[in-house]
T-cell receptor
Framework: LAKTTQPISMDSYEGQEVNITCSHNNIATNDYITWYQQFPSQGPRFIIQGYKTKVTNEVASLFIPADRKSSTLSLPRVSLSDTAVYYCLVGDMTGSARQLTFGSGTQLTVLP | GAVVSQHPSRVICKSGTSVKIECRSL??????MFWYRQFPKQSLMLMAT?????????EQGVEKDKFLINHASLTLSTLTVTSAHPEDSSFYIC?????????????FGPGTRLLVL
């Protein structure tokens, strides 16, 4: 299973764009990159998933370079409620295993 | 998005008793469900992989006789913590692998807080 590396913590201010980068040098051909958000005492919430290039949905964008050895989650105009732990995970979503290995995550703190 | 529920949301029990936690995928069928445990200020740790109709696969260091998993249908998996002890107190989270629309990924339940006295 591919290992991921993320910054332990990040601070930002309301209204700013936040970019969290994740390294996954050992990503396999069949692996997808998925980002989750977790608030205290809650289960992780799916944010976005991608395989290559750029993916955008109503809450975030995911940028994946051609070598796929890293990815960047972009949160536009964050608010105080975006304070949470963000996990980058790499895994084969189509295979029978579908296992995901959680790293330490990034604690994002949005300040007023 | 897809919904995965867990019941109960929190439970307090005496040492030595057994506790059952249910995980349901409410709007999609999940052939595979996963059980995680999370201690305070730590990341999620995978305990076991549950496949419908077959035995669960446990991660190294997780006792299969202590953490009984039953995946009886495509929408329900249960985790039973047998003879619970205070060190089993933790936040237990399940996830279900499935496809909703064009998105195939894992969807997580809200978690169950277990406190063993």
């Amino acid at each position: 299973l591919a290992k991921t590396t993320q910054p332990i913590s990040m601070d930002s201010y309301e209204g700013q764009e936040v970019n969290i980068t994740c390294s996954h040098n050992n990503i396999a051909t069949n692996d997808y990159i998925t980002w989750y958000q977790q608030f205290p005492s809650q289960g992780p919430r799916f944010i976005i998933q991608g395989y290559k290039t750029k993916v955008t949905n109503e809450v975030a964008s995911l940028f994946i370079p051609a070598d796929r050895k890293s990815s960047t989650l972009s949160l536009p105009r964050v608010s105080l409620s975006d304070t949470a732990v963000y996990y980058c995970l790499v895994g084969d979503m189509t295979g029978s295993a579908r296992q995901l290995t959680f790293g330490s995550g990034t604690q994002l703190t949005v300040l007023p | 998005g897809a919904v995965v529920s867990q019941h109960p949301s929190r439970v307090i029990c005496k040492s030595g008793t057994s506790v059952k936690i249910e995980c349901r995928s409410l709007d999609f069928q999940a052939t595979t469900m996963f059980w995680y445990r999370q201690f305070p200020k730590q990341s999620l740790m995978l305990m076991a992989t549950s496949n419908e109709g077959s035995k669960a696969t446990y991660e190294q260091g997780v006792e299969k006789d202590k953490f009984l998993i039953n995946h009886a249908s495509l929408t329900l998996s249960t985790l039973t913590v047998t003879s619970a002890h205070p060190e089993d107190s933790s936040f237990y989270i399940c996830s279900a692998a499935g496809k909703v629309g064009n998105q195939e990924t894992q969807y997580f339940g809200p978690g169950t807080r277990l406190l063993v006295l």
